[in-house]
């Protein structure tokens, strides 16, 4: 995988992003919460920080995790909530080790289907239904993890043309566009009415 992303606005995290399959599922991970740039840069700074050029889930899974949790803290810290974080990456990266040798491309390497990649993904510690979706709608568009029906699966994050997730970021402007769009989701759920209360028990619906 060696594929240019333009997720973290910046070069050095982005070059991490489309050459290591581990570093965009944490990057993925990270994206709640803070800025998307934000969140898509923190492997690059992990890998650094560890000394390497890359994330390894052997070496993380194994990492202290008080030890892990500082060096996610430390300023610049990687997340707003870095130590919540740091036990949400070493969870991530003890189950890819567990369960698919530490390699992060084997949860896609062999899926038949995106509805079988997309289960997949939901077992991950920290990933949602949500999450699982927009990272599979992000394999597919800019990463070339193509199963047989992942747009399918991605749901309204796999549709074409769409300016919804991190998977339709391509640079300064679709990230403009994708934080439009949220924003807007966000406003139009605030503004939605909200339920009329219930009657309480033992009181009587008053007649017409």
């Given at each position: 995988?060696?594929?240019?992303?333009?997720?973290?606005?910046?070069?050095?995290?982005?070059?991490?992003?489309?050459?290591?399959?581990?570093?965009?599922?944490?990057?993925?991970?990270?994206?709640?919460?803070?800025?998307?740039?934000?969140?898509?840069s923190g492997p690059?700074?992990?890998?650094?920080?560890?000394?390497?050029?890359?994330?390894?889930?052997?070496?993380?899974?194994?990492?202290?995790?008080?030890?892990?949790?500082?060096?996610l803290s430390a300023?610049?810290?990687?997340?707003?909530?870095?130590?919540?974080?740091?036990?949400?990456?070493?969870?991530?990266?003890?189950?890819?080790?567990?369960?698919?040798?530490?390699?992060?491309?084997?949860?896609?390497?062999?899926?038949?289907?995106?509805?079988e990649l997309l289960?997949?993904?939901?077992?991950?510690?920290?990933?949602?239904?949500?999450?699982?979706?927009?990272?599979?709608?992000?394999?597919?568009?800019?990463?070339?993890?193509?199963?047989?029906?992942?747009?399918?699966?991605?749901?309204?994050?796999?549709?074409?043309?769409?300016?919804?997730?991190?998977?339709?970021?391509?640079?300064?402007?679709?990230?403009?566009?994708?934080?439009?769009?949220?924003?807007?989701?966000?406003?139009?759920?605030?503004?939605?009415?909200?339920?009329?209360?219930?009657?309480?028990?033992?009181?009587?619906?008053?007649?017409?």
């Amino acid at each position: 995988m060696d594929i240019t992303m333009r997720l973290a606005q910046q070069p050095e995290a982005d070059e991490l992003l489309g050459r290591s399959p581990l570093a965009a599922l944490v990057g993925m991970l990270l994206d709640q919460q803070v800025p998307m740039e934000w969140a898509f840069s923190g492997p690059y700074t992990i890998a650094r920080r560890m000394g390497a050029d890359d994330l390894d889930a052997h070496a993380i899974a194994a990492c202290d995790p008080e030890a892990f949790a500082a060096l996610l803290s430390a300023k610049p810290a990687v997340h707003r909530y870095p130590g919540a974080m740091a036990k949400r990456v070493q969870q991530l990266c003890a189950y890819l080790v567990e369960h698919y040798g530490g390699d992060a491309a084997a949860l896609w390497a062999d899926a038949g289907t995106g509805a079988e990649l997309l289960e997949r993904l939901r077992d991950l510690p920290g990933f949602g239904d949500q999450k699982a979706r927009i990272f599979l709608a992000l394999l597919g568009k800019q990463l070339g993890v193509r199963p047989q029906g992942w747009r399918e699966a991605a749901g309204s994050y796999g549709e074409a043309g769409v300016y919804r997730s991190a998977a339709d970021i391509t640079g300064p402007e679709s990230l403009a566009r994708v934080r439009a769009y949220k924003q807007e989701t966000k406003a139009a759920a605030k503004a939605k009415p909200k339920p009329e209360p219930n009657p309480k028990p033992g009181k009587a619906e008053p007649k017409g």
